[in-house]
């Protein structure tokens, strides 16, 4: 009886925290409403956010765990920028689909999002001005680089402002009441079918994949259907309701995508930066030695450095490099100044605050 007792007291205290935070929630969301009546019309990307969620982090006690309190932080965030300054996103893929998750969750549910079928399209749509910013996939972490996004963006004068990494984990929803032992047929876009052939084939051999056309179809009909299953992201399936019948149901099962997000209008300083480059250097001895040890002597760390080839050449190649800093810092404006005399190619593709972690 004590124990009862002592239960339903702490779960009368947590209610009333729950009140208090919607009610915090509520101010917060007023003070953006008020930015929004006196902002400019230009959108802006968050430049401080990793600043914000360091400081944050530091003021908690340490009970949330850091990645759950970071995650809804950024729910926060993201949708304060959606009241403060709706802005209108290109992204790649289908609606529903993890791509179109990563700019609703950055750029808030109120966010106006243009699905596009590739990196180009979406860029081009910033390049014209129908769209702030671009959303695409930008690095695979059973691929690597996106070749396509790359070169997209190179053949751009658009920058990479900020990025986001989701797992890309595809799982098994059905409507509420539903038995997932009645299974008779699973909607899912070809990708995903393809990304779960393995676990249809093992563990629903009988049941009929029907393919359609986006993540978000595949939960609909699933919705309506009775002995029906989608295989979607877990977000777009909760959107509408659906049930988790099997969770990560992908054959790669701990794939993840690294999203770009590029604009027209390069961030600033987060204290946490990366700078993205391609590089071309003369096909002889030393020659990308000669450029990566100005990263070096300046303490620049190199985060990454990648060939890729050069399209409509023969056997010509880039190399595409991340360096610790931002593009405005002295070590990394020095840095390239000396660079631009070793080089025959140097695009700067851009500078945005990364994860503390």
């Not at 609703?104 to 109120?110: E, L, M, V």
């Not at 009929?208 to 609909?220: E, G, Y």
């Not at 959107?239 to 961030?267: H, M, Q, T």
């Not at 030695?289 to 880039?318: C, M, T």
Request: charged share 25%.
């Amino acid at each position: 009886m004590d124990q009862k007792r002592a239960l339903s007291d702490l779960r009368d205290k947590i209610a009333k925290i729950d009140l208090e935070i919607v009610e915090r929630l509520g101010a917060r969301a007023r003070l953006s409403r008020e930015i929004h009546a006196i902002a400019e019309s230009e959108p802006a990307i968050d430049v401080g956010e990793e600043e914000w969620l360091t400081r944050l982090e530091a003021a908690s006690s340490g009970d949330l765990p850091r990645e759950s309190l970071r995650t809804i932080l950024r729910q926060i965030r993201a949708a304060a920028r959606a009241l403060e300054q709706p802005v209108k996103a290109a992204y790649v893929g289908p609606e529903g689909g993890f791509c179109h998750q990563t700019a609703a969750g950055y750029f808030g549910s109120t966010a106006s999002l243009l699905p596009c079928a590739n990196a180009t399209e979406a860029l081009d749509e910033v390049s014209r001005g129908r769209a702030a910013f671009a959303v695409f996939p930008f690095e695979s972490s059973v691929d690597g680089l996106v070749q396509g996004s790359v070169t997209a963006l190179a053949e751009t004068d658009l920058v990479l402002v900020a990025e986001r990494t989701l797992p890309a984990t595809y799982h098994l929803m059905m409507a509420a009441g539903a038995a997932p032992g009645d299974i008779d047929k699973v909607y899912a876009t070809a990708v995903a079918h393809a990304a779960c052939q393995r676990f249809l084939d093992v563990e629903l051999p009988r049941a009929t994949v029907i393919d359609v056309r986006s993540p978000l179809v595949a939960a609909q009909l699933a919705r309506e259907e009775k002995s029906t299953a989608a295989i979607v992201p877990e977000g777009t399936g909760r959107a509408l309701n659906l049930e988790l019948v099997r969770a990560n149901v992908g054959d790669a099962s701990d794939l993840k995508f690294r999203y770009g997000i590029a604009g027209s209008r390069p961030a600033i300083r987060s204290g946490n930066d990366v700078t993205c480059l391609l590089i071309g250097v003369d096909d002889s001895p030393g020659s990308l030695f000669g450029v990566l040890r100005h990263f070096a002597e300046r303490g620049i760390n190199l985060k990454k450095l990648q060939s890729r080839p050069v399209q409509r050449e023969n056997w010509d190649y880039v190399f595409y490099v991340e360096i610790g800093g931002h593009v405005t810092d002295r070590p990394v404006v020095t840095a390239l100044e000396s660079i631009k005399r070793n080089t025959k190619y140097l695009k700067v593709l851009g500078s945005f605050g990364v994860s503390g972690v």
